[in-house]
């Protein structure tokens, strides 16, 4: 075989193999495996004690309530647990929680309550944030959508910006379901700058209708 040959059949190879190297997703489930879903392969897994930090506004302690799981995945080079809720996010962070629900909570559940559970949607919810002093304002829904699956599981998918007070505008893409007896929340939240959202519109929508409950 010429030395040209082999080069050609050398190259072949490394782009072969650097093609199946690289998952292009990566499979993400819950700890029972009843909710799972997948993000792009290229995407960090932030650590549980990082992640587990943030959701408690950088207070002490480790671990989540019992029965609660969480997870978050940064598409960012430089991945961090402060873009869960931080603005100016330039690439998507994904942020997935199941928990149970109380009886008072169970009670009182309904697809409003889901609408809301992350950050305020609806106008009822919205106005009261607004007098608690709720910093992020220039509210616009792009969607409002009523899912189903399997065993009953039912829920809302939303979209929609805010302002953050240093001016930087991000989109929100929720989905959240609960079970058929409203015992068990299922989250999925994925943002980042409006602009980023629309780079990424595409992968976006592919992680956010991944998202599948397999309910007791």
């Known amino acids: 075989m010429s030395k040209g040959l082999a080069g050609l059949w050398l190259v072949l190879i490394v782009v ?20 799972f879903f997948k993000v792009p392969g290229g ?13 408690r506004g950088g207070s002490g302690g480790s671990g989540q ?15 961090s647990a402060s873009h869960i809720f931080g603005s100016g996010a330039q690439k998507p962070f994904a942020f997935a929680l199941t928990e149970p629900l109380s009886s008072t909570a169970s009670a009182s ?15 009822a919810s919205r106005q009261n944030a607004v007098k608690g002093g709720f910093p992020l304002t220039g509210f616009h829904l792009l969607r409002n959508s009523v899912l189903t699956q399997e065993q ?25 379901f609960t079970n058929a007896d409203n015992t068990e929340i299922y989250l999925l939240v994925l943002h980042c700058t409006a602009a ?6 595409s992968e976006i929508d592919t992680v956010m209708q991944s998202f599948t409950i397999r309910s007791n």
């Not at 072969?16 to 909710?35: I, L, R």
């Not at 029965?67 to 995945?73: E, F, L, N, P, T």
């Not at 980023?196 to 519109?201: A, D, K, L, T, V």
């Open 43 to 55: 995407w960090h897994k932030i650590s549980d004690a990082a992640l587990a930090k943030a959701l």
């Open 196 to 201: 980023c959202y629309q780079q990424h519109h």
């Open 152 to 176: 009953g599981v039912h829920g809302v998918r939303v979209t929609f910006d805010y302002t953050f007070p240093n001016g930087t505008a991000d989109t929100f893409d929720q989905v959240a």
């Open 109 to 123: 559940m309904s697809y409003n309550e889901l609408r809301d559970i992350f950050l305020p949607v609806t106008s």
């Open 16 to 35: 072969m193999v650097s093609a199946c190297g690289a998952p292009q997703f990566t499979y993400v489930a819950n700890s029972d495996g009843h909710a």
């Open 65 to 79: 309530p019992s029965g609660v799981w969480s997870v978050g995945y940064d598409g960012s080079p430089a991945p």
